[in-house]
């Protein structure tokens, strides 16, 4: 499967993994189903990774962007502290999770995109407490 959103065991980071092909409405339908389905989890979770260094975004639009901030607000109501970190090596995908930071602002997460999963994982572990 090119998308995959998990919790690594005795962590409280969220991990999203994209690898090959990524639609819109593919990650608007995984990130729907995994809110729905883990939110006691992802309530403790202080951090999530979005990893997009394997993919190739396909058909992705700002409307798909826009609704996936309206989620992250959502979310927010119930996990008001959190650390985001994008992983998005290609200048395509680097826009997006930038038009996602400015859309998913009133959250209120600390959220920042990097070019390299290196970066993004040390900044989450400066910024959040996995404990």
Excluded: N
């Amino acid at each position: 499967m090119p998308l995959s959103i998990f919790l690594p065991e005795g962590s409280r980071r969220v991990v999203f993994d994209a690898k090959g092909p990524v639609g819109g409405e593919d990650l608007l339908a995984v990130h729907s189903s995994f809110l729905e389905t883990q939110r006691d989890e992802v309530r403790r979770c202080r951090g999530w990774l979005v990893d997009f260094s394997k993919a190739e975004t396909g058909d992705v639009e700002s409307a798909h962007v826009r609704r996936l901030a309206e989620l992250a607000r959502d979310t927010s109501e119930w996990v008001p502290r959190l650390a985001v970190a994008f992983v998005a090596p290609a200048d395509l995908d680097f826009g997006y999770a930038r038009m996602w930071e400015a859309l998913a602002d009133e959250t209120g997460w600390d959220v920042r995109v990097f070019r390299t999963s290196t970066q993004a994982t040390s900044w989450l572990d400066e910024v959040a407490s996995y404990s």
